[in-house]
């Protein structure tokens, strides 16, 4: 049976749409405060509202998280407005496929400063509060939960770049796993498949229609899909850590 979440704290970024709003939705839901971490505020304090209208709680933290000190204070916020951190889900992405050759390498910009460097300055300023946590929390156990993809597991053509910064999650994932498992920081990673977001809409006209014809008829996962596998690895007893999900359409090879 899973355990609730009462009492404990996450931090959700991305959490102004897709994946990262159904996250922060679930996890309110199962009774934590969660701070909502993206660069959209007016999405961030609609989800807040909502969420706060069903008795949550939640904090809104509109900061660009590929700028070390924006991703440190919303950490620093979290800790000093909601008083402690159990949960982290690092979640912000963006997907820029297109061939290698002749690429506008402004989109690989964009991808490592978010995908990697993103998600390193959140995890570098949360883990001595997740470790924190982890000692002495309502549950003697923090999570830290990567969103990585199914493009972290298998690299295809005209994804090199995703590919490249999705390995990198994965490995970065079971690196730090091994660093801090035994003192109760479970870290995790979440591969998603196809799913219904606004991931696909920062593509390029003439690449969009191409990359996205393979999925055209698979039935998607919904965001909701992938918060329910999150949630269910964070509600997790103590000794069960559940160190990695890959989650695909049923439809999708
Ligand atoms: P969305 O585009 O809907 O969400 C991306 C989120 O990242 C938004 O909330 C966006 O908010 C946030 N974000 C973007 N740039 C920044 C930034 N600089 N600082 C803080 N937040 C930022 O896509 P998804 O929900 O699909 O993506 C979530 C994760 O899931 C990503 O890591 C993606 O790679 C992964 N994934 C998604 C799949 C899919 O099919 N949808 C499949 C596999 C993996 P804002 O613009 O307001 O800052």
Do not use: C
């Not at 939640?58 to 660009?64: N, Q």
């Not at 912000?92 to 506008?104: E, Y």
């Not at 997740?130 to 929390?137: E, K």
């Not at 014809?213 to 509600?235: G, P, Q």
């Amino acid at each position: 049976m899973a355990e609730h979440l009462t009492g404990t704290v996450a931090l959700v970024t991305g959490a102004s749409s897709g994946i990262g709003a159904a996250t922060g939705r679930e996890l309110a839901r199962r009774g934590a405060a969660v701070a909502l971490v993206a660069r959209r505020k007016e999405r961030l304090e609609q989800l807040a509202a909502e969420i706060q209208g069903e008795g949550g709680k939640a904090l809104v933290l509109d900061t660009d998280i590929t700028d070390q000190r924006q991703a440190i204070d919303a950490v620093e916020r979290t800790v000093a407005e909601l008083g402690r951190l159990d949960t982290v889900v690092n979640n912000a992405g963006v997907m820029l496929l297109g061939p290698i050759v002749d690429a506008p390498t402004a989109e690989w910009d964009r991808m490592v400063a978010l995908n990697l460097q993103g998600l390193l300055y959140v995890a570098h300023a949360a883990l001595p509060h997740l470790l924190t946590a982890a000692d002495s929390g309502p549950r003697n156990v923090a999570d830290l939960v990567n969103v990585s993809s199914v493009a972290g597991r298998r690299a295809t053509p005209n994804s090199g770049v995703y590919n490249l910064t999705k390995f990198g999650v994965n490995a970065f994932t079971e690196s730090l796993r091994q660093e801090v498992t035994e003192r109760h920081v479970r870290v995790s990673v979440v591969e998603p498949g196809a799913t219904v977001t606004e991931l696909a809409d920062h593509l390029r006209e003439e690449i969009r229609e191409t990359a996205m014809r393979v999925f055209t008829d698979v039935e998607k996962l919904e965001a909701e899909d992938i918060a329910d596998a999150i949630a269910y690895i964070v509600t997790r007893p103590r000794r069960v850590a559940v160190n990695e999900i890959l989650i695909r359409p049923t439809e999708q090879v």
